[in-house]
């Protein structure tokens, strides 16, 4: 099992940043398996950012990165749109490389 700890979120006005968190422990895992989904009420989860791969809708503004040692990614966001208001969720692939485990999910609100 692995359990994914997210944090950072917050309410932050229009072009400015937050970095979210994610903290994860259990079983020995590389963080390269890690990414980041969001969700707004109504919609289906969408994925945002993983090593290799970031969403159309967030590239060049969103980064994420990550430390090995201290089990930890990061999701740095800059230049904050309204319409990236949501709950951003932190995700492990599993063994068969589906995204099997989640957090709790951390709420962004960005006010136009």
């Known amino acids: 099992q692995v359990q994914l700890v997210e944090s950072g979120g917050g309410l932050v006005q229009a072009g400015g940043s937050l970095r979210l968190p994610c903290a994860a422990s259990?079983?020995?895992?590389?963080?390269?398996?890690l990414g980041w989904f969001r969700q707004t009420p109504g919609k289906e989860r969408e994925f945002v950012a993983a090593?290799?791969d970031t969403a159309e809708s967030v590239k060049g503004r969103f980064t994420i990165s990550g430390d090995n040692a201290l089990n930890t990614i990061w999701l740095q966001m800059d230049s904050l749109r309204p319409e990236d208001t949501a709950v951003y969720f932190c995700?492990?692939?599993?063994?068969?490389?589906?995204?099997?485990?989640w957090g709790q999910g951390t709420q962004v609100t960005v006010s136009a």
């Open positions: 995700a492990c692939r599993g063994m068969g490389g589906r995204w099997d485990y």
């Open positions: 090593f290799g």
């Open positions: 259990g079983r020995r895992f590389n963080i390269y398996n």
